[in-house]
């Protein structure tokens, strides 16, 4: 099976009137199946466009919107965002290939919309039990999706934004927490409880497509 046909392998003594029917019985599996793969091609990872471009769909706290182009006479790219992804892209980049130029000003988007939102959460979530952090950054790390320094310095994944609401808010209050609990105990996961109820949805989603959303830098 490919993106665009599927080939069906059987038995010599098969006629192809059964073959037709065997076909037929699955057949929605074979639309489904169809529609992965074609979704794959799309989003080799799952989460990042293969090239940057018009009409490349991008991940944005869970949902897919599409880049739209639009010439410029900034110097550099801007991105906007109201519904779906708007490009501004000097002229000068239209001639040429730009998709390398957009996949960077996108990225430096997504980045300063990380930061905005983690800073929100620890607000929110800090509060409850002064757990506040010495300093916190966004970093890009491929390994790990939060950190929290004996320091109670806080990196967090970049990546996060890019995952449901819900998960981006799990990893920082899973961080703040470590302020107080630096191990993984009981006591710590019923103060992660305390903050979110339902953390272990997060979790789940986290262990279910981390893998897709880490290949996303390539």
């Not at 300063?112 to 039990?129: E, I, P, S, T, W």
Request: hydrophobic share 40%; with cysteine; glycine share 6%.
């Amino acid at each position: 099976m490919s993106a665009d046909k599927v080939e069906v392998v059987g038995p010599l003594q098969v006629t192809d009137r059964q073959i037709q029917q065997f076909v037929t019985t699955k057949q929605q599996w074979i639309l489904q199946a169809l529609q992965k793969m074609q979704t794959r091609t799309t989003h080799p990872t799952g989460f990042a466009p293969a090239v940057y471009q018009a009409g490349a769909e991008v991940v944005y706290q869970g949902q897919s919107c599409l880049l739209a182009v639009q010439p410029s006479k900034l110097k550099t790219i801007k991105i906007e965002f109201n519904g779906q992804l708007l490009a501004h892209i000097p002229q000068a980049l239209l001639e040429g290939d730009y998709s390398l130029a957009l996949k960077n000003a996108v990225t430096r988007w997504l980045k300063k919309q990380a930061l905005l939102k983690v800073q929100q959460l620890v607000q929110q979530h800090g509060q409850k039990k002064q757990l506040w952090p010495r300093s916190l950054s966004i970093k890009t790390q491929k390994s790990r999706w939060g950190s929290c320094g004996i320091h109670n310095d806080v990196h967090m994944n970049w990546l996060l934004i890019m995952a449901p609401p819900e998960v981006l808010e799990y990893v920082v209050v899973h961080e703040l927490c470590h302020i107080q609990v630096r191990n993984h105990s009981q006591h710590f996961w019923a103060l992660v409880t305390e903050h979110l109820p339902n953390y272990k949805q997060a979790r789940q989603w986290l262990k279910k497509n981390g893998a897709g959303l880490m290949a996303s830098l390539g």
